[in-house]
């Protein structure tokens, strides 16, 4: 009997006695006069275990039979062992056809030991009312995880997320870097249309890490500052590039990589996905129906996406652009090849632009693409001594001499573009 029972019960007691009426029984317990006339009746019949109700200890007539809750947990510990109560609920509703609330799933398996409440604290900050309209500005960002839990090689997923609806676009890559990311940004607007701006964190591929003292010359000013290759191209696509000074500025992007890192993962293994080409395959499908969940509508109907102009050459735009001084026999060299200039200019120096597909193009100052050819290099026919020692006969160093380490041809300190480029060739046959 619990204490409220006690308390009526008491109350009950008095009523039968005549020490006080019903309908003072009734206010004193907030029970209608019926309800007291039926309660006096059971505790004259049945004494005090009268006044407890008489459902309890009977199962409920909604029950979910035993049959059932033993099967859903036998399928949650064989495949869905690490999914939240929500996404189980989800899978065994797709995949196994049984239908059940997220809070009865989600009380089972922290009655048996399954799942745990997870609690967070959050930091106060102050909210920013999203865009009003669908392209008024994307959050980017890179997220760096083993999305295939070991079955293939380690990825990351450039995610593209629009701050007025939640629609997601992303594609996988070797890595985080300049290469990947205007890769990915030249399939979103070929998918979806130039966006008026975009948010994202400082990352030196957004955002150039260099000083005006110690920078090179072949970096752009603006405002006196030096800009990345990035914000180069978001320049001359008109798109405004907003640097976020915290995590939590760009928490709409941060979050879902949480959600992704949690459903695409596991959806993934579901699937069957070893290798990255067939992770680019199965995106596209997996965000048409993560956006159908998760989409919001925008406060205003207006999509200000632009289409892109037909005169546009977006591989001249999304590349690296470099500078390289002419040499008295008009000549330049990049990337340890030397090309003759063909065309006539009054310039001291050229911009060569070398595009996502690994072609160079040659401009002046004003844009205007330049004609030229590369240049064979002459192979010694003998090599000096020095180029002829082997790697088991390391020279020594002379008394007094301090010895030092070269790196590597492959290491990443060496060559500017060069490592990230043999990295994004590795994404280049899944297009």
Known sequence: MREDELGRLKVIQEAIAKRISQRDAATAIMRSERQIRRMVKRVREEGE???????????????????????????????????????ATEKLRERDGIDIS?????????????????????????????????????????????????????????????????????????????????????????????PQAVYLDKHSTYKSPKKPETAWDVEERENGRFVSQFQMA???????????????????????????????????????????????????????????????????????????????????ILCIRTQRRICNDWTIQYDGQRYQILSSIQARSVQVRETLQGKIVLTDAQGKRLSFKPIRVAVRRNPPVALMRKPSMPRQPHQGERSRTVPTADHPWKGTWKTSRQLYSLSLPTQ
């Not at 909604?62 to 064989?78: A, F, S």
């Not at 930091?123 to 760096?144: N, T």
């Not at 941060?254 to 959600?259: A, D, K, V």
């Open 49 to 87: 275990k009268g006044i407890i109700h008489r459902g309890r200890g009977k199962p409920s007539a909604r029950k979910i039979p035993d049959r059932k809750k033993e099967r859903v947990l036998r399928l949650y510990r064989e495949q869905y062992g690490d999914f939240g109560p929500t996404l």
């Open 102 to 194: 997220e809070e009865t799933l989600r009380q089972w398996l922290i009655k048996e030991g399954l799942w745990q409440r997870k609690r967070k604290y959050k930091k106060h900050r102050q909210h920013r009312e999203r865009k009003a309209c669908f392209g008024e500005m994307i959050q980017l960002d890179g997220s760096h995880h083993d999305w295939l839990e070991g079955r293939g090689p380690k990825m990351v997923l450039m995610g593209y997320i629009d701050d007025a609806t939640n629609a997601y676009f992303g594609r996988f890559y070797r890595y985080e870097g300049i290469f990947p990311a205007m890769d990915s940004f030249k399939r979103y607007i070929r998918s979806r249309g130039i």
């Open 234 to 316: 978001m320049k001359d696509l008109a798109v405004d590039v907003i640097h976020a000074n915290s995590p939590q500025a760009k928490g709409r992007i941060e979050r879902s990589f949480l959600t992704l890192q949690d459903r695409l993962v596991k959806e993934m293994r579901l699937a069957g996905i070893q290798t990255e080409e067939q992770a680019n395959r199965f995106l596209p499908e997996f965000f048409l129906r993560h956006n159908k969940r998760f989409e919001f509508l925008a406060a205003e109907p207006a999509d200000l996406h632009r289409p892109i102009p037909k005169d546009l050459d977006l591989d001249a």
